[in-house]
């Protein structure tokens, strides 16, 4: 029982290159989210997913796309990496919007030089 | 921007104290809810209320949704290590939207 899955771990990038973070849930939810984590911040929702197919903005949008690729599959792209992204970056689950027990993912912790 | 206050920011406690730890908004929300994060984890739901009023318990840990809808609270009675994290607090203010997290209240608890 896998739950939801975030690749990779660990990532460094330089500053304005790009790159896709993987999330994938094995409990057929509905819903998907990724969310960032910084220092004495707590937990900022970037984009959500409510359902296959739709995507919406979260709280900090700028500088991100998402792919709802299936209902399994949530992806996150940093198109031109910044310093200011650097960040743990989780992805979450749940059955529903409704739904609050989320299932999160153990995290991509993302340094940008 | 975040529309929790969560406090206090952190606590050192020794083991077997009580502890307790609070979240409070500016509006109104339908839904609280408690995480707790372990080191190099994600977060982990703890408790959830749904009714202004509600008192819930999980083992050591009690939680209340206030009654005016714009705070609640999280107990930890008799600490003991594995405490030891980060604890959210989360709510949201409607049933079609994703939740909002507080900054955490970060848990260190001394032998």
């Known amino acids: 029982n896998a739950g939801v899955t975030q690749t990779p771990k660990f990532q460094v990038l330089k500053t304005g290159q790009s790159m896709t973070l993987q999330c994938a849930q094995d409990m057929n939810h509905n819903s998907m989210y990724w969310y960032r984590q910084d220092p004495g911040m707590g937990l900022r929702l970037i984009y959500y997913?409510?359902?296959?197919?739709?995507?919406d903005k979260g709280e900090v949008p700028n500088g991100y796309n998402v792919s709802r690729l299936n209902k399994r599959e949530f992806s996150l792209r940093l198109e031109s990496a910044a310093p200011s992204q650097t960040s743990v970056y989780f992805c979450a689950s749940s059955e529903t919007v409704k739904n609050y027990g989320y299932t999160f993912g153990s995290g991509t912790r993302l340094t940008v030089v | 921007g975040q529309q929790l206050n969560q406090s206090p920011q952190s606590m050192f406690i020794q083991e077997g104290e009580d502890v307790s730890m609070n979240c409070t908004s500016s509006s109104i929300f339908n839904t609280w809810l408690w995480y707790k994060q372990d080191p190099g984890e994600g977060p982990v739901l703890l408790i959830a209320l749904y009714k202004a009023g509600e008192l819930t318990s999980n083992g050591r840990l009690t939680a209340q949704f206030g009654i005016t809808r714009k705070d609640s609270f999280l107990n930890i009675s008799a600490s003991i290590p594995s405490d030891v994290g980060i604890y959210f607090c989360?709510?949201?203010?409607?049933?079609?939207?994703?939740?909002?997290f507080g900054k955490g209240t970060r848990l260190s608890v001394i032998a």
């Open positions: 997913s409510a359902s296959e197919g739709t995507t």
């Open positions: 989360a709510g949201s203010r409607s049933g079609n939207t994703p939740l909002v």
